[in-house]
């Protein structure tokens, strides 16, 4: 039986049930006191909505309010705010590095760590490469909060989420009402509009709809207008008596540049670095992105010539529909049925420099000794440069590689069924839910890098450049120094043709007695990957270098003789299946109305998806495993700890431990992965309300090691790249009638570039902050401080050590940016 007609054949069965009565759950409601109210309702990775105090996982959300308050620039700066979730927000709208505590990152995305919308995955998996889910995630005035979960239930109510989830919950209209708003940037170049309104369409009808559109170049201006498009979502629920019925739907279609590592100075030592701007270069306010490097040639997925536009960024096409039932048909009986298709696809464009050195030396490399430089594009196009130690004061060229990647389909239909009976059995509650879930995830992706030469200057100014060799004869085309990936030693012409098929029943058991709760689920993942790679390097169908005419005039130069082309003859086929078994037991302890205690011990475990097709865990002529335990990486948790909540207090202490295995693949510096991780910490989380003040705070403490490497066993007992060992943040705030200030501080600890655990990225903290103003009734005026002290925050490096040059690839958080608004509230 297909996908579609089991999900249409559930539908069918949940729509003919008997209706008895039950009012739809007022997501809306929420978005006031979520941050300080343990009262509230849980809704994400757990069987059915449960008080935080009698649930033995550990919960935390935040709400629209203080989402907005925040005027966060992406997805991954909201979670940022989220106690044990490290969120590097240094990539624009997307392309984050997510990690949910002490689970590593050891390329990107996030593998451990399912993205939702209300309740159902964003895509089946965070981290296929150049199309990570927060791409595809946009938060504006639809959401009435985010809630996540780290660990806990995660693993036995979503697939491929041992780490954890966090699921952006749309308001309903259950809250009447609504808001427009326009935004400025008044120091960078940003304009936006946000709109949302919902209520009651008669008896028995909720609605809501919102979206957003903005356009301008982001906060570092590339010389173009790199962020513009916007997205709408709508839904509508009709109310039964004890039960309800919702069909929603999202289009999303946006530009957002994505930023990749800038070149930055490093001096002093590994361990005590001073990183500063290079000449012509602020690392924390512009990027390598230029007006005059806007569009390239190249070859397509079927070798044909073709002209691609840079400025399309990270390019997220979404339009889905779906819809979400919940039913009482019995006495202790509910079904609850949540459904969606969606058409996702895009591209990801963006200059990654694979090197950065003395301008004179890399001409010379690329054309033999003597050669010169001239200007590519930009004013000066054709103008030699005579003084190449002086070219704008810093004398360095960027030796790029453009991912340039067409996200062809992205394509996934999901849906999750779950039946539970709740009854009274000899005193004690009892919930028992049963469940099935099945998704289908497509991965369908061209890889068409270039490389170029591109001088190191900001402000969307830097020019392409020529290099002519000693004999006056041109080495690259308009800058352009081969139509294939040169400096990664012409590897990455790829196309992706894949289809990861998942499946999963589940079940769990919750019993009350006075107050103890206690709770066990398991859940059986199974699935199949089908399809082929062109391209990979998997033994065989690599990648060939040609001579073509990619520009079409008749002559063939240096840099079409280095022309990647794909081997659409010898595809290498995947085709392997694979399950994996997850489980979950908890207790939770409730020692007055106010205080509770908790633990649970966690299995759960994440398929390996594209990123698998890069290693030797695939044979290239069968397509089969050559490892069977490769295809899954299994996950280990423990946690406990003590909550606590009185009056306006809020006191959250959770001690974790985790071993973890991960087999991956890093595009930029093309290595596989294949090792364990072992992590121990404490994570805290508080909050105070006294009248107008309140306070929000959270800390995580994590101490983590790599504990095997198959491939680089010279790392083992070392920190793993990037985990800082404590990340907090603090917020606090005052709140009046017609006034609001408030501050929201994030920090980091320093953590190690690299796993051999030499250079280390600085701690730092940034600093957020917000005023409002209500002159009259329903009208608020806004201004919010991004990072307001432009403090300097490194999240990656390419480099582990300093380079003899001094000039090391890392990315940053973007520097200062204030935005003033007005509101309207309807």
Known sequence: MSLLRLCLLSTAALVAAPVLAQPAPAADSAATTADLADEEIVVTAVARGADRLTTSISVSSLSAETIQQNAPRSVAEVFRNLPGIRSEASGGEGNANIAVRGLPVASGGAKFLQLQEDGLPVLEFGDITFGNADIFLRADFNVARVESVRGGSASTFASNSPGGVINLISKTGAQEGGAIQGTVGLDYGEFRIDADYGGRLGDGWLYHVGGFYRQGSGPRDPGYDGNRGGQLKANITREFDKGYLRFHAKYLDDHAIGYLPNPVRVTGTDGNPTYSDIPGFDINNQTLHSRNFTSVRTLDEANRPTERDIRDGQRPKVFSLGFETSIDFADGWNVVNRFRWADISGDFLSPFPASVGDAQATANAIGGAGSTLRYASGPKAGQAITNPAALNGNGLLASIVLFDVKLDSLDNITNDLRLTHTANWGGAEVSITGGFYASRQTIDTSWLWTSHLLEVQGGGDAALIDVVNAAGVPQTDGGTVAYGASFFGNCCRRKYELEYSTYAPFASITGTIGDLTLDGSVRFDFGQARG????????????????????GNGSISRAEQQTSVLPLGSPSPVNYNYDYVSWSIGANYRLRDSLALFGRYSRGARANADRLTFGPAINSTTGALTDAGAAVDFVDQAEGGVKFRQGGLLLNVTGFYASTQEQNFEATTQRFFNREYQ???????????????????SGTYTAAEITRDVLNPGVVGNRPRRQAEFIYQLTPQYTGERFSIGANIIGTTS?????????KLPGYTQVNAFVSVTPIDRVTVMVNANNLFNTNGFTESEEGNIPANGIVRARSISGRTISASLRYNF
């Open 751 to 759: 953590s190690f570039a690299q796993d051999n655990n030499a250079l």
């Open 532 to 551: 082929r790679v062109f391209g990979a390097d998997l033994g065989g169908g690599r990648v060939g270098v040609a001579a073509v005419d990619v520009n």
């Open 679 to 697: 992590a121990f910490g404490v994570e805290i989380e508080g909050g105070w309300r006294q009248g107008p003040f309140s306070v929000t705070a």
